[in-house]
Nanobody, 133 residues
Framework: QVQLVESGGGLVHTGGSLRLACTAS????????IGWFRQAPGKEREGVSC???????????YYADSVKGRFTISRDNAKNTVYLQMNTLKPEDTAVYYC???????????????????????WGQGTQVTVSS
């Protein structure tokens, strides 16, 4: 069964850190670009970050302007997991965070704005991140 599972969410104070994990079962993440998205109450889901597949020798990434310099996306291929390290968290980061996987083809570089969420093949169920002021 193909599945993505997010973990690592929780409640932190402003300025705190969390590391989210996106772990796959039933398939390997190596050849997929992985995106992180979030949806705050009453708002549309938005792209946060994306990392290319291992076939992209440059290991390209994308970050939304709102998280640049604070969030870092990375892969651990041995664990079939992609991480989102979130530092200096702000109340406006409060949302449900989702990871998603897209088979975008070999050596594809993540475009400047990331991939549109509608093209992703697989989605996780989400993990809640709450940042208190």
């Amino acid at each position: 069964q193909v599945q993505l599972v997010e973990s690592g969410g929780g409640l932190v104070h402003t300025g705190g850190s969390l590391r989210l994990a996106c772990t796959a079962s039933g398939f390997t993440l190596d050849y997929y670009a992985i995106g992180w998205f979030r949806q705050a109450p009453g708002k549309e889901r938005e792209g946060v970050s994306c990392i290319s597949s291992i076939t992209d020798s440059d290991g390209s990434t994308y970050y939304a302007d709102s998280v640049k310099g604070r969030f870092t996306i990375s892969r651990d291929n041995a664990k079939n997991t992609v991480y989102l390290q979130m530092n200096t968290l702000k109340p406006e980061d409060t949302a449900v965070y989702y990871c998603a996987a897209v088979d975008i083809g070999l050596a594809a570089t993540v475009p400047p704005g990331g991939y549109h969420q509608h093209i992703y093949n697989y989605w996780g169920q989400g993990t809640q991140v709450t940042v208190s002021s």
